[in-house]
């Protein structure tokens, strides 16, 4: 009976993995589809122009592994946070799985079998959960994808521009027709539209200061304006975190314990009632 538990519990965390393997899969194809490409354009030595190209690739690779070995290496979760507080009753509920009290904007993920701090989703591309630690990797691993989906496509782009300088002839005609034909279900292209609108949609919950949850519930008892909004997501150092994954940016929070903004001041009447 051990046994058989063992496997099914080995089986399911694989299958979690599965897709970050996929993902990982796909971004190290793309940069060699570039690289192969720069190699066979380039005749002898590489030009300053070609390094250019060869340092830009490099650097977005490896910042877009970056922030995933970050993302997957940091914990989310309540394990290793003390729970314990006199504010325990007010917002706090009782999560049955983890058999413990939790803070608000704490969620239990069934896929991670965890209660996750400030939990905005379950990220399946990644195999783990977006929470209050580990943002700011998911926010740079979308940045860098982005800008590097969208350098493939010009740079393809570039190929097929190429290839109108032979002149109109059924030889030219057939290597357009067809390349752009795929270009429509190419998966550089539909990579960036899908990045593109995730991109959006984490940049205004950055800038709300909110979850997905709590976004599309329209809660905004958590912005406190968007410098504010950005230090608490990307920590104190949120204008270096876009250069590197390793640059550190402690968070001011806790993840347990969150500033809500001020309620408006209500105006008193100019006559009061008798």
Same mark, same amino acid.
């Given at each position: 009976?051990?046994?058989?538990?063992?496997?099914?519990?080995?089986?399911? +965390?694989?299958?979690?993995?599965? #897709?970050?393997?996929?993902?990982?899969?796909? %971004? =190290? /194809?793309?940069?060699? &589809?570039?690289?192969?490409?720069?190699?066979? &354009?380039?005749?002898?030595?590489?030009?300053?122009?070609?390094?250019?190209?060869?340092? !830009?690739?490099? /650097?977005?690779?490896?910042?877009?592994?970056?922030?995933?070995? +970050?993302?997957?290496?940091?914990? #989310?979760?309540? +394990?290793?946070? !003390?729970?314990?507080?006199?504010?325990?009753?007010?917002?706090?509920?009782?999560?049955?799985?983890?058999?413990?009290?939790? #803070?608000?904007?704490? +969620?239990?993920?069934?896929?991670?079998?965890?209660? %996750?701090?400030?939990?905005?989703?379950?990220?399946?591309? !990644?195999?783990?959960?977006? $929470?209050?630690?580990?943002?700011?990797?998911?926010?740079?691993?979308?940045?860098?994808?982005?800008?590097?989906?969208?350098?493939?496509?010009?740079?393809? =782009? &570039?190929? /097929?521009?190429?290839?109108?300088?032979?002149?109109?002839?059924i030889h030219s005609f057939l290597l357009l027709l067809?390349?752009?034909?795929?270009?429509? *279900?190419?998966?550089?292209?539909?990579?960036?539209? /899908?990045?593109? $609108?995730f991109l959006a949609l984490h940049t205004a919950l950055?800038? @709300?200061?909110? *979850?997905?949850?709590?976004?599309?519930?329209?809660?905004?008892?958590?912005?406190?304006?968007?410098? @504010?909004?950005? @230090?608490?997501?990307?920590?104190?150092?949120?204008?270096?975190?876009?250069?590197?994954?390793?640059?550190?940016?402690? !968070?001011p929070g806790d993840g347990v314990r969150f500033e809500?903004?001020?309620?408006?001041?209500?105006?008193?009447?100019?006559?009061?009632?008798?």
């Amino acid at each position: 009976m051990g046994t058989k538990l063992t496997s099914s519990s080995k089986h399911f +965390k694989a299958s979690l993995h599965m #897709p970050l393997c996929v993902t990982l899969g796909v %971004i =190290a /194809f793309v940069a060699l &589809e570039v690289f192969l490409l720069h190699v066979q &354009e380039q005749e002898t030595v590489l030009d300053a122009f070609q390094a250019g190209h060869f340092f !830009l690739m490099c /650097f977005l690779l490896l910042n877009t592994f970056g922030n995933v070995v +970050k993302f997957m290496r940091t914990n #989310p979760s309540i +394990k290793g946070v !003390l729970l314990t507080d006199c504010s325990v009753g007010q917002g706090w509920e009782f999560c049955y799985s983890c058999e413990t009290h939790v #803070p608000p904007r704490c +969620k239990h993920c069934y896929n991670c079998n965890v209660c %996750i701090l400030r939990r905005d989703h379950h990220c399946v591309l !990644l195999g783990q959960c977006q $929470g209050h630690a580990n943002y700011r990797y998911l926010i740079g691993f979308l940045i860098y994808c982005w800008v590097g989906l969208l350098y493939v496509t010009v740079f393809n =782009a &570039e190929n /097929f521009m190429g290839i109108l300088q032979e002149g109109l002839s059924i030889h030219s005609f057939l290597l357009l027709l067809m390349p752009w034909l795929m270009l429509v *279900t190419d998966i550089c292209v539909v990579g960036l539209i /899908f990045c593109s $609108g995730f991109l959006a949609l984490h940049t205004a919950l950055l800038f @709300r200061g909110a *979850t997905c949850k709590e976004l599309y519930a329209g809660q905004r008892c958590y912005d406190l304006g968007w410098r @504010r909004n950005v @230090r608490e997501f990307l920590g104190t150092r949120w204008f270096l975190t876009w250069l590197s994954p390793w640059i550190s940016s402690p !968070l001011p929070g806790d993840g347990v314990r969150f500033e809500t903004r001020s309620p408006p001041v209500q105006q008193l009447g100019k006559s009061s009632e008798l």
